[in-house]
């Protein structure tokens, strides 16, 4: 299962939780694996940016925060962290 992060997919952005859901629900089980694309400051390039949703990631959210990318990174592990062991 791969993730991204970007301000641009703002509609389609949903929490962690969620995808892992659907996974688990289409799969049976929790990924075995999780990549993890975080943007920029400035964001993804468009180019960047269909690069990466033409290799089947998910847009995902941490919110409302505007975080930096060391910020964002530490975040989003450890909500992955998180979800990834409330449901075992």
């Known amino acids: 299962?791969?993730?991204?992060?970007s301000a641009r997919c703002k509609?389609?952005?949903r929490h962690p939780r969620e995808c892992l859901q659907e996974f688990q629900a289409?799969?049976?089980?929790?990924?075995?694996?999780i990549g993890v694309w975080i943007g920029p400051?400035?964001?993804?390039?468009?180019?960047?940016?269909?690069?990466i949703q033409a290799a089947g990631t998910l847009p995902i959210s941490l919110g409302r925060l505007v975080l930096r990318v060391e910020t964002a990174a530490?975040?989003?592990l450890s909500i992955l962290n998180?979800?990834?062991?409330?449901?075992l």
Do not use: W
């Not at 299962?1 to 992060?5: E, P, R």
């Not at 998180?82 to 449901?87: C, D, G, I, K």
């Open 26 to 33: 289409k799969h049976g089980r929790l990924p075995q694996s």
């Open 1 to 5: 299962m791969i993730c991204h992060l």
């Open 82 to 87: 998180y979800e990834l062991n409330s449901v």
């Open 11 to 13: 509609k389609d952005r």
């Open 41 to 51: 400051e400035g964001d993804f390039t468009l180019e960047e940016l269909d690069a």
């Open 74 to 76: 530490i975040y989003c």
